[in-house]
Nanobody
Framework: QVQLVESGGGLVQAGGSLRLSCAASGRTLSNYAMGWFRQAPGKEREFVATISWGGRSTYYADSVKGRFAISRDNAKTTVKTTVYLQMNSLKPEDTAVYLC????????????????WGQGTQVTVSS
């Protein structure tokens, strides 16, 4: 089992920034891609960003390209990793619960196929 714990959400004005963190632990995470999804009230869960185990490959939803940046710190161990989502130039439409995910690879992450989910952290952007 893998545990994913998100933090860093909150209330911010439009144009502001937030940095989300996701601490992953529990089993070997070697070769696991990590990602972020979001779900707004009344809407389906949508892909935001994903990053490969080594950090060389990253992908973003068109709606966040140029504003969000995903990164990870594998902490020289295969049983713990932390993934970050730096969110800049936030817009009211970015308001959602942001969920961390862990899965086999970035291609599967991009289409929402993942093995583990976190509980989510609320991000609210006021206009």
């Amino acid at each position: 089992q893998v545990q994913l714990v998100e933090s860093g959400g909150g209330l911010v004005q439009a144009g502001g920034s937030l940095r989300l963190s996701c601490a992953a632990s529990g089993r070997t995470l070697s070769n696991y891609a990590m990602g972020w999804f979001r779900q707004a009230p009344g809407k389906e869960r949508e892909f935001v960003a994903t990053i490969s185990w080594g950090g060389r490959s990253t992908y973003y939803a068109d709606s966040v390209k140029g504003r969000f940046a995903i990164s990870r710190d594998n902490a020289k161990t295969t049983v713990k990793t932390t993934v970050y989502l730096q969110m800049n130039s936030l817009k009211p439409e970015d308001t959602a619960v942001y969920l961390c995910s862990a899965g086999a690879n970035v291609d599967r992450q991009r289409v929402g196929v993942t093995d583990y989910w976190g509980q989510g952290t609320q991000v609210t952007v006021s206009s």
